[in-house]
């Protein structure tokens, strides 16, 4: 199965012709569920390139290959219906010459993923994961200063790992009855893969401290955010200088262009290799995979108010009331963990500043919540209002850096050595590393939605969530 399996249904022609060119070109293809037990490229010799170095020539050749190849994007509701089967009857429509004549059914549950549907999502991860994850090699093997940073130089091994080892399994089933078997096996590198990355947002946002580190050193003096020398720089160029006397880090526009890319990166990676591992596992009442069918803000928001006044009070002693108001009956497709990452790190911060903004043991003033929808509407907003005192007028564009950070040193340096494999947890201090709120906007941007905040100084923050309710917006890939 090529990419074309799980694209859209809204492309409309564009997306049969494709099909057809792949008919044409492959010797299986789940859109016509043909299986050859013989390979065009059966007599060739395999070269086994986990057992070669990263840096070799024929592993470099491999990713330059992969990373020229166009990336496949899909939207919400494009998951929902591969998941469900309903882009199963492509096997009947485009069959020329025979196929199955079950192919068209469906499962009774719908949250339910059939061995067909579990082919078709694994034949499409194992072309579109080698390519996505060598955009990123090649990204991290070129970007100024950090790709020198020693946490970062392990996310990148740990990326050409994952590539090796998915392009180690065929490229699709050798025959029709070997097709469970191999589907099994690829899961199983994926679940590997998964773990492992599982720690990247915390390796990345180390290798940002020690970026941070090397500049404060004066390790870098001389060299601008274009990497150039000084002397090749007019002074129109010199936007920023890299140096002990020009700390504004978190302006270097270029590592931030290159930490949006691979963060968004990264999320749909996660997303596509969770969703398809979810639906392996037993179907789960208005589940497909890892997206809710029902998914409720006033619930998410509950256990995000739970969870961040655990860890204000851990802290403080004490946290902040928060009320709901709005919609609270709404429910609409989405994936209930980017929501509740969203809104937790949103409440902490507003419960962090509340707190810090009056003063241990004062009468805080609640934080207040609207969860607005209407049929009409063509986005779910949550607005989360706080009198925590607002944010600089300054200080408004470096909230949105990834190496922007409020934290106290000590906390930095602490969660740096912090070594936890999960994206995101309540065990972390209240501020960390700096990548709280511009992962949130990568949440949120990653359907189609977005994330806005609107401050006023000495009184308090107003921050916006916008979850497009559709679910249509093709993932945002960077090149």
């Known amino acids: 199965m090529r990419h074309t399996d799980i694209i859209d249904e809204n492309i409309g022609n564009s997306a049969i012709n494709i099909i057809m060119e792949i008919k044409s070109t492959s010797n299986y293809s789940i859109t016509d569920c043909r299986w050859s037990s013989t390979s065009a490229s059966s007599n060739e010799p395999k070269i086994d390139y986990l ?3 990263h840096s070799s020539p024929e592993v470099q050749n491999l990713i330059e290959h992969h990373a020229r190849k166009p990336q496949t994007s899909a939207s919400l509701q494009t998951l929902m219906k591969t998941g469900r089967g309903e882009f199963l009857h492509k096997l009947s ?45 090649h990204d991290l093997s070129r970007v100024s200063y950090l790709q020198d940073m020693k946490s970062v130089q392990q996310v990148k091994d740990l990326y050409t790992t994952s590539f090796l080892e998915i392009l180690s399994v065929d490229k699709h089933p050798p025959t029709r009855e070997g097709s469970e078997a191999w589907e099994e096996q690829f899961a199983k590198i994926l679940e590997n893969i998964y773990e492992r990355h599982s720690s990247v947002l915390v390796q990345m946002a180390r290798g940002a401290f020690e970026l941070r580190a090397a500049i404060r050193k004066g390790a870098l003096l001389g060299v601008d955010d274009d990497g150039c020398d000084e002397g090749q720089k007019t002074s129109s160029d010199k936007e920023l200088q890299v140096g002990r006397d020009a700390v504004e880090f978190e302006l270097m526009e270029s590592t931030h262009a290159f930490l949006d890319r691979f963060y968004i990166s990264r999320i749909g990676i996660r ?25 409720s803000p006033y619930e998410i928001v509950k256990r995000a108010i739970d969870d961040a006044a655990f860890m204000c009070t851990r802290k403080y002693g ?7 108001t709005g919609r609270l009956d709404m429910t609409f497709p989405y994936v209930p963990t980017h929501l509740h ?8 911060n507003s419960m962090r500043a509340t707190v810090e903004y009056h003063g241990v043991d004062a009468d805080y003033p609640p934080i207040k919540v609207v969860i607005a929808d209407g049929s009409d509407n063509e986005d779910v907003i949550i607005k989360v209002s706080d009198e925590g ?17 409020t934290a106290d040193p000590e906390i930095q340096e602490g969660m740096v050595a912090f070594n936890e494999n999960v994206d995101h947890s309540i065990d972390s201090p209240l501020a960390g590393l700096g990548y709280g709120l511009p992962i949130s906007r990568s949440y949120a941007r990653y359907f189609g939605g977005d994330l806005s905040i609107m401050s006023m100084e000495g009184y308090g923050t ?12 093709r993932e945002p890939l960077p090149i």
């Open 318 to 324: 004490d946290a902040p009331e928060v009320i709901i």
């Open 462 to 473: 107003d921050c916006f969530v916008y979850l497009t309710r559709l679910g249509n917006t």
């Open 341 to 348: 990452y969203i809104m937790l790190e949103l409440l902490k």
């Open 93 to 137: 429509k485009h069959n020329q010459g025979g196929g199955f004549a079950s192919v068209t059914s469906r499962p009774e549950d719908e949250s339910e993923a059939t061995p067909l549907v579990l082919v078709q999502v694994a034949s499409f991860l194992r072309r579109e994961l080698p390519i996505r994850l060598a955009h990123r090699i």
């Open 51 to 53: 057992s070669l170095p």
């Open 271 to 295: 997303v596509l290799i969770g969703q398809y591992l979810s639906l392996r596992q037993p179907p789960v009442e208005n589940y497909v995979g890892i997206i809710c069918s029902k998914t």
């Open 389 to 405: 005192g607002g944010i600089p007028r300054s200080n408004m564009k470096r909230i949105w850096s990834y190496l922007f950070t």
